[in-house]
């Protein structure tokens, strides 16, 4: 694994994490009225999406048995490119809807 491969991982985690918060700022997460069936979308995306976002730095830092096993950071991008997608879900699905 590249050196530093793992301190990016965890910001670049927490920078998707941090634009998801602000796009459901904007997005009006808390406007009254009834939610319609696109609104559920878009927050069961966010929410996926924070939950892979929120993991990543927790995954990309616990130990492991061998210095060489790269196992848990090859699992922490996973989960943040899971996390992405589905904050972009998210983001796509309350534009088009």
Known sequence: MPQGSVPALCAASA??????????????LQE???????DKFVA??????FAFLG????VA????AV???DSKVR???????????SVWLAIVVSVIF
């Open 44 to 49: 069961g995306f966010a929410i996926i999406g």
């Open 75 to 85: 699992l922490a991008r996973w989960m943040f490119l899971s996390g992405v997608i």
């Open 67 to 69: 210095d060489e096993n």
């Open 55 to 58: 993991i990543v730095p927790w």
């Open 15 to 28: 920078t998707m994490f941090s634009l998801g918060i602000i796009f459901l700022g904007y997005w009006g």
């Open 32 to 38: 009254g009225g009834d939610w319609t069936l696109a």
């Open 61 to 64: 830092t616990s130990p492991v």
